[in-house]
Nanobody, 117 residues
Framework: QVQLVESGGGLVQAGGSLRLSCAAS??????????MGWYRQAPGKQRELVAA???????NYADSVKGRFTISRDNAKNTVSLQMNSLKPEDTAVYYC?????????WGQGTQVTVSS
């Protein structure tokens, strides 16, 4: 069973920074991660893609976070991170880690990010 565990969420003032991390692990089997990404969902809103990265390093960002957020990954460690700078109150949401493994999308349980004004 593959598990994704997020960390790094918290409360920060507008203009501040946070770094989210996600570690993928499996028990009893090997696994290969294709794309990884971060999604977020605010109360009453649909879950949306924040950033994604392929195994080869190609990235994609939501327009609202371009220039402020940076996604990166370590293929050897099966981790993905999201550096969030210049945070805004509208970034407040639960952030979820996603990984594509053998054509199946796995999800973490989410980590809360709250940006105060």
């Amino acid at each position: 069973q593959v598990q994704l565990v997020e960390s790094g969420g918290g409360l920060v003032q507008a203009g501040g920074s946070l770094r989210l991390s996600c570690a993928a692990s499996a028990s009893g089997r090997s696994f290969y991660i294709n794309s990884m990404g971060w999604y977020r969902q605010a109360p009453g809103k649909q879950r949306e893609l924040v950033a994604a990265i392929t195994r080869g390093g190609t990235t994609n960002y939501a327009d609202s976070v371009k220039g402020r957020f940076t996604i990166s990954r370590d293929n050897a460690k099966n981790t993905v991170s999201l550096q969030m700078n210049s945070l805004k109150p509208e970034d407040t949401a639960v952030y979820y880690c996603n990984a594509d493994i053998l054509g199946y999308n796995y999800w973490g349980q989410g980590t809360q990010v709250t940006v105060s004004s």
